[in-house]
């Protein structure tokens, strides 16, 4: 729904009516931004409860967990559930997304003039999108300290985010309040209509930010909190193994993968003689059995048992999980969720800015 603006031009009727479209939309936006982030708190900390209690059965926990979980959610899951403009948002660069945006704003007044109420699909010209698009794409989302507290708790990670979300909203209202109080009487003189065009202009940047432009107002594009859960749990899968030491790993397969053409008096006489490579072999099974549970998990999760599993060479009707294959399930899962979510562990920059958006069903889960 566009606004009709009547003829001469009244910038203080479209201050008005911007201003009430922009506190309608942040109230709206609010409250969808609050529902998805409950949903991902959600299938986070299943996936995250079953993955360590996992690791805690087969005695093993993740090295430095603090570490681990700030990897995960600042360098994967944050950026890709959120969009790297939100992601911006939430850091301490929102105040340098804010005035980019403004700049965008200034140089875009008459294509912006109908941007108010619909502000999601309103925006008159492609240009003024593709302008904020790359103002955006030279930011960087950076984090404070204070987030560090939280990584070993993941609810509380999530629900940190969302109050941060929350006071956005609140600090826009803040600062359009504290605007309109500068706007002396004197600027309604003819002429001096500066003030009135800074304050649209204003308007017009935050109708134009991620919160507004990129909320997650469909719910049925939604993927639910299971179909969430199981790609996190796989994606935790994904990190655990990339920490694992690969020339300890890349021993014990290579000994349990080796045929053994021995006779059985052979394997008698050189077990009788303390044969060492039968104890390596033997050793090398047993640890590689230990992974069995995480293999049902990654089964259960959807992830198909012939790409990340091979044959004992002493046992070719048993199979293992071959723990460094794990490693590139992402790869394997190109232009879904989970491949998403893994190219973010490298990534020097947060996948996609402002046109990218949140997980939806847009994106294949696998």
Known sequence: MALTIGYPYDPYKL????????KDALNTRGRAWDAYIDGLSLAYDKAYSLHTGVLGKIKERIRNQIEFAQAVLFGA???SALGGGMSVLVSNATKEMTNRLLAVAQSNRKELVDLAAGVASSVSKDVTKLAATEMLKGLKPTFGDEWSAVADTPLRFFLKLKQTIDAYATSVVNDLEMMKRRTSDTSRKPG??????EYIDALNGYLLSPFIQKAPMQKDYLYGEDDLARIFEIFL???WARAR???YWSTQISRATEEDDR???????DAAW???DTENRAFAELRLADLDPILARLVSCGINAAE???AFGAHPDRRFLNILWVRFLGRNHPRSILGDLTSNLDAKQPKSFFEGGYLSRSTALL
């Not at 001096?192 to 065009?197: A, K």
């Not at 006779?263 to 006489?269: D, E, R, T, Y």
Request: aromatic share 8%; net charge negative.
């Open 192 to 197: 001096s209509g500066t003030s009135v065009d």
């Open 237 to 239: 899968w994904v990190v």
């Open 274 to 276: 303390h044969d060492e």
């Open 77 to 79: 899951i944050f950026p």
């Open 245 to 247: 030491d690969v020339n």
């Open 263 to 269: 006779s059985i008096v052979g394997k008698i006489w």
């Open 308 to 310: 990340i599993t091979q």
């Open 15 to 22: 201050a008005k009516a911007k201003e009430a479209a922009l």
